[in-house]
């Protein structure tokens, strides 16, 4: 099987030890994972995960459901983690001017960011879920968030914030248009 076609593509793969991984798949070249891995093969990265040409029992293309990684010209737009949550207290929480409008503040206290990203992990599990933090970059860095609520009748509310360090370059133009391109493609 030609791993290379894959790249880019959501995927879900089942490895020789019966393990499943699905997400978006970055293909590494034999020579990039011989120089940085001291492996002889290719293989699909999946998240954080490497799975190796040998290792893989069957692969197949799906189609996403729920927060799936998208990608922009400036932004990773991905699933929220544990580790988020101080930095979405730091930019949001402690900003008065950050939660000025929305007459909530999920992000006050270090306590309250940590329930808040946790509710959204574990709402994942239902695959019908749509929320994002804005990566600038790929860095880890947290610029904002986006998601998509109350989705009935063919109607859906889309909220978005963009930390203040980061206003004015056009991010949440870019991710509300990727997400919206997700959501009617999608669903």
Not at 24 to 38: K, P
Request: hydrophobic share 35%; aromatic share 14%.
């Amino acid at each position: 099987m030609n791993l290379a076609e894959y790249d880019g593509k959501y995927v879900r793969i089942r490895d020789v030890y019966g393990n499943d991984f699905s997400g978006r798949a970055s293909y590494g070249n034999a020579d990039f994972l011989e120089c940085e891995w001291g492996m002889d093969e290719d293989g699909l990265f999946i998240e954080d995960v490497l799975v190796c040409h040998s290792q893989i029992e069957s692969i197949e293309e799906i189609i996403p459901h729920g927060t799936a990684e998208l990608w922009t010209e400036h932004l990773v737009l991905s699933r929220y983690r544990p580790d988020d949550a101080e930095q979405l207290h730091q930019q949001f929480g402690t900003d008065p001017e950050m939660y000025q409008y929305s007459g909530w503040n999920p992000y006050e206290t270090p306590e309250m960011a940590q329930e808040t990203v946790r509710r959204f992990i574990d709402g994942y599990n239902g695959g019908h879920v749509y929320s994002w933090v804005m990566d600038a970059n790929g860095d880890d860095v947290v610029a904002g968030t986006i998601g998509a609520y109350d989705y009935h009748n063919g109607q859906i509310e889309v909220g978005f914030s963009v930390g203040r360090a980061w206003q004015g370059r056009g991010f949440a133009t870019e991710a509300l248009k990727t997400v919206l391109a997700y959501l009617t493609q999608n669903e």
